[in-house]
């Protein structure tokens, strides 16, 4: 499958999880805010009952006075009406209602004065029936389908508090709400109840807790989708690198592979004549040859028991110094054949670190052949070896003068299989595997491994171990 279209099916994916994600949440918000709309308004219902509630309790409680007060008056028009039917009986029976109707009204008009007007002999405070006012609201909000525990306040028309529940608790005061009581009354004698709802916002939310759920679990298949498309995108770059490499090691292979048959069928061949020079010449060329294949060979193993981690380091104290002088001497013969020069600076006052003295020859030698591999054409090859300490670390830097490494591929270069692209050039050849087993030696070492380059003036690679204390 090429990449664009992996990449366009991994965006279409992702656009669509984004957008569900949007609309779940906005779904979420809306019901929310319909609950408290709705909560809201059964609120507001229930505190103008119990505020009509109030007043009611208050009149009541003004018409037991009166009807205590005209009660015997009321009483002496107590009358039976008899079955006289003349027409006597019938103008005396419209002259007792007419009387009865006119008395009655006055003692209407004067309880309506006595409500309007008696309150105005008592405080706001004393006309708050705590209790009742306590029962009523707790009524009308079970009423209209509220059962959540509130509390409460009372002001008076100055905005001064009069009273609070006694297990008061200002959580949610943020939301209030607020109803005039004996709104009827002059305004100075009005007052003002407050409520709210400690555990509002949790009720509020409960509409949403499935949503939440919803919402939950598709930003967890978000991100597994992200991480499948991350593995899958690396997989993908792990074949290619494989495949690369596979042509690499057929190449690698191919070659010496191709040299040692030639070099035997000329041993074997009869019909030519065979010097003791020629003889030698050619054993020469199968030896190189053998070696180079065995030394491809091992590079894969390397990596394949470091993987498996099955390699066992044999450390020991050594001389850093005399390890990279003897690894230095050795290369110089190789560095001299491609007309270049190696300058060492090994400064080192305490070079002693514990170290595997094959793993870290291989890892000053690998760092070299790098160098050698991709080094410029247009002026002669130069190498750079030093080492110091500092903060209780040795210091190793192997600098060149080559090719170098773009920033982009500066990132990947200590990964396995991975090469670095050399443009046209086509001669550099290997199986990515040389800085890759660098990087793990001197991680298993203790040690870490930095590479700083400048593309067309060179490469530095500054490996720091700690020393043997």
């Known amino acids: 499958m090429k990449r664009w279209v992996i990449w366009t099916i991994c965006l279409t994916m992702g656009v669509c999880f984004l957008i569900l994600l949007y609309l779940q949440f906005r779904y979420a918000r809306t019901m929310m805010a319909i609950r408290r709309e709705q909560f809201n308004e059964s609120v507001l219902k229930s505190l103008d009952m119990a505020s009509r509630n109030m007043e009611r309790n208050e009149t009541m409680v003004y018409l037991r006075e009166v009807v205590g007060l005209y009660g015997d008056s009321l009483d002496t028009y107590s009358y039976s009406y008899g079955m006289d ?6 103008h005396s029976f419209q002259r007792r209602i007419r009387n009865a109707y006119i008395y009655e009204k006055e003692v209407l008009d004067e309880v309506i004065l006595r409500v309007l007007y008696a309150s105005g002999e008592k405080d706001f405070e004393q006309r708050v029936d705590k209790n009742f006012l ?5 009524r009308c909000l079970r009423n209209n389908g509220i059962e959540l525990i509130f509390h409460y ?56 807790n499935m949503i939440y759920l919803a919402l939950l679990f598709t930003i967890f298949l978000f ?34 592979i191709s040299t040692i048959s030639i070099a035997a069928q000329m041993l074997a061949d009869s019909k030519l004549q065979k010097s003791s020079d020629t003889y030698e ?30 390699i066992a380091l044999k450390l020991q104290t050594l001389d850093a110094n005399d390890v990279i002088d003897s690894v230095v001497q050795t290369f110089n013969i190789k560095v001299t054949q491609n007309g270049g020069s190696i300058e060492t600076k090994l400064e080192a006052q305490n070079p002693n670190v514990r170290v595997d003295e094959m793993h870290f020859t291989n890892i000053v030698f690998n760092l070299m052949d790098n160098a050698v591999k991709y080094k410029r054409d247009d002026v002669p090859l130069h190498l750079d070896v030093s080492t110091w300490n500092d903060s209780g670390n040795l210091f190793v830097q192997i600098s060149d003068n080559g090719i170098g490494v773009q920033k982009e591929d500066l990132k990947r270069i200590f990964d396995k299989f991975y090469r670095v692209h050399t443009g046209n050039t086509h001669n550099v050849k290997g199986f990515g595997l040389g800085l890759a087993y660098v990087h793990k030696m001197v991680k298993l070492h203790r040690g870490t491994i930095k590479a700083t380059s400048e593309f067309g003036k060179g490469t530095s690679f500054t490996i720091c171990l700690p020393l043997d204390k």
């Open 281 to 310: 010449r050619l054993s020469d060329v199968i030896y190189s040859e053998t070696k180079r294949l065995r030394f491809q060979v091992e590079k894969v193993l390397q990596m394949s028991l470091y993987d498996g981690g099955n």
């Open 153 to 208: 306040r009372v002001f008076n028309s100055e905005g001064k508090e009069v009273y609070r529940c006694p297990d008061y608790d200002p959580k949610g005061e943020e939301y209030s709400y607020t109803q005039t009581l004996f709104r009827n009354d002059p305004t100075g004698k009005m007052g003002l109840v407050s409520i709210h709802f400690p555990s509002l916002n949790k009720y509020v939310h409960e509409v949403a």
């Open 134 to 138: 306590v029962q009523t609201l707790r």
């Open 223 to 256: 991100v597994v989708f992200l991480i499948t498309v991350y593995l899958v995108v690396r997989q993908k770059k792990v074949s290619e690198l494989k495949n690369d490499f596979i042509n690499n090691m057929t190449h690698e292979f191919k070659t010496p």
């Open 85 to 90: 039917l003349t027409m006597t009986g019938m």
